[in-house]
């Protein structure tokens, strides 16, 4: 399995933006679909977005369209999320995960077989 390690959370006052950060190790990165998802205090875990490893399909939850992009660099091993027009609603740990059995991506967290340890995001308002 990969290893995945995310970084860039923060505190942000509300509009401001962040860009997160998730970094594989121990396997080909190219080779997997990966998938943001957040979790606030008393919530369950809810999907973010989404990229493909072919044709680098994009998804996003309602919530945050038009103000998030996930985007891949293969050369190195990282996917990010850039967050823009943050809102206090938006605070939670965001998780990074990965799977290879997706291509195109994917918005269920059963899908996910790898995640990382989450990097918090607080936006005040």
């Known amino acids: 399995q990969v290893q995945l390690v995310e970084s860039g959370g923060g505190l942000v006052q509300a509009g401001g933006s962040l860009r997160l950060s998730c970094t594989a190790s121990?396997?080909?990165?190219?080779?997997?679909?990966v998938g943001w998802f957040r979790q606030a205090p008393g919530k369950e875990r809810e999907f973010v977005a989404t990229?493909?490893?072919?044709?680098?399909?994009?998804d996003y939850a309602d919530s945050v369209k038009g103000r998030v992009t996930i985007s891949r660099d293969n050369a190195k091993n990282t996917v990010y999320l850039q967050m823009n027009s943050l809102k206090p609603e938006d605070t939670a740990v965001y998780y990074c995960?990965?799977?290879?059995?997706?291509?195109?991506?994917?918005?269920?967290?059963?899908?996910?077989?790898?995640w990382g340890q989450g990097t918090q995001v607080t936006v005040s308002s």
């Open positions: 121990g396997r080909t990165f190219s080779d997997y679909t």
């Open positions: 995960a990965a799977n290879t059995r997706f291509p195109f991506g994917s918005s269920r967290l059963t899908s996910y077989d790898s």
């Open positions: 990229i493909g490893w072919i044709g680098s399909n994009t």
